[in-house]
Structures are given as structure tokens and as C-alpha cells.
């Protein structure tokens, strides 16, 4: 079992950038698929990024893409989202989700076993 915790959340202004950390424990973090997802209010929880256990292979929601970027770094148990150009419906809780799943990158949170607690994002004007 792997316990995940987010850091890194915050207030931005639209345009800045944050950089999401998760950090994991009690299992080497090679055996997953990592992901980020959010969730704003009254929103469902939405996959924002996935990695593949060996950092190859990524997925990017499409308002994401250009200007989100996932790493990780297996030998520290470390998984990084680097944020950039926030937007206003960037603001949400965002959540680091591992999923046992490796032949492909899971991108349901269903497929997702394991959860941290979430770090706040907010945009402001």
C-alpha cells in the first residue's frame, strides 16, 4: 500500500505558475502509474495528467496541454506538476492518485487505488 501526500498549492495570479509535489511512502513508487486529477466545486473529480511507471509515456487533458507538466522521479518517490499560464478554471483541489494499472495510462479515477488529500489551487484576478 502507498500513501501519497500533495504540497505545493496556493494562491496565484492568472498567469503565474505553481508547482505541485506528491511525495509517496510505503512502496516503491515504480510499481505505478501516477496521476494528477481536481476538482473544483460541484464539479466531478477530472483526470488532469497521467505518467507511466517508467516516465515515458504521458496523457495531458486537452486545456492542459502546453502548459502543465507532469515528471516524476522514481528514485525519490517524487511526482511533480509543474503549472504555468494558470487560468481562472485551473483553480480546483488537486489530488495525486497512483494506480497499479501499467500496460497502459489509467485515466479513469476508478482505475486510480490509491489518493492523497489534496492541495488547494486558487486563481485570482
Known amino acids: 500500500q502507498v500513501r501519497l501526500v500533495e504540497s505545493g498549492g496556493g494562491l496565484v495570479q492568472a498567469g503565474g505558475s505553481l508547482r505541485l509535489s506528491c511525495v509517496a511512502s510505503?512502496?516503491?513508487?515504480?510499481?505505478?502509474?501516477m496521476a494528477w486529477f481536481r476538482q473544483a466545486p460541484g464539479m466531478e473529480r477530472d483526470i488532469v495528467t497521467a505518467?507511466?511507471?517508467?516516465?515515458?509515456?504521458?496523457f495531458y487533458k486537452t486545456n492542459v496541454r502546453g502548459r502543465f507538466t507532469v515528471s516524476r522521479d522514481n528514485a525519490n518517490n517524487m511526482v511533480y506538476l509543474q503549472m504555468n499560464n494558470l487560468q481562472f478554471d485551473d483553480a480546483a483541489v488537486y489530488y495525486c492518485?497512483?494506480?497499479?494499472?501499467?500496460?497502459?495510462?489509467?485515466?479513469?479515477?476508478?482505475?486510480?487505488?490509491?489518493w492523497g488529500q489534496g492541495t488547494q489551487v486558487t486563481v485570482s484576478s
Open positions: 492518485a497512483a494506480s497499479p494499472l501499467l500496460t497502459r495510462l489509467a485515466r479513469s479515477d476508478s482505475e486510480y487505488d490509491y
Open positions: 510505503g512502496d516503491t513508487l515504480s510499481s505505478y502509474t
Open positions: 505518467i507511466s511507471y517508467h516516465g515515458t509515456t504521458t
